[in-house]
Nanobody, 116 residues
Framework: QVQLVESGGGLVSAGGSLRLSCAAS????????MNWFRQAPGLQRELVAQ???????YYIDSVKGRFTISRDNAKNTVYLQMNSLKPEDTATYIC??????????WGRGTQVTVSS
């Protein structure tokens, strides 16, 4: 059984930094594209960043230059380094493993709260 477990969330002041981790167990996800989503209360879930199995990256415009996604296949873990955090970054951050046709595995999320 594959599990994704996020960690690293918390309460931080605007301008601060957090590093989120998504640790996978049950199988290697080195061949999967890995994604970080976020969902704030009352809003739709949105894709924040993606790293492909080959190491290519994608970011939504609002986090470009502030967030960095990376992966360590040896540790079966994906990271999201978040700098210059803003109150509008407040959300539950969720990682997902994307197979060929769908998002196959989801974590339960970690809460990030940015105070102004």
């Amino acid at each position: 059984q594959v599990q994704l477990v996020e960690s690293g969330g918390g309460l931080v002041s605007a301008g601060g930094s957090l590093r989120l981790s998504c640790a996978a167990s049950g199988r290697s996800l080195s061949n999967y594209d890995m994604n970080w989503f976020r969902q704030a209360p009352g809003l739709q879930r949105e894709l924040v960043a993606q790293i492909t199995s080959g190491g290519g990256t994608y970011y939504i415009d609002s986090v470009k230059g502030r967030f960095t996604i990376s992966r360590d296949n040896a540790k079966n873990t994906v990271y999201l380094q978040m700098n210059s955090l803003k109150p509008e970054d407040t959300a539950t951050y969720i990682c997902a493993a994307q197979g060929q046709f769908s998002y196959e595995y989801w974590g339960r999320g970690t809460q990030v709260t940015v105070s102004s």
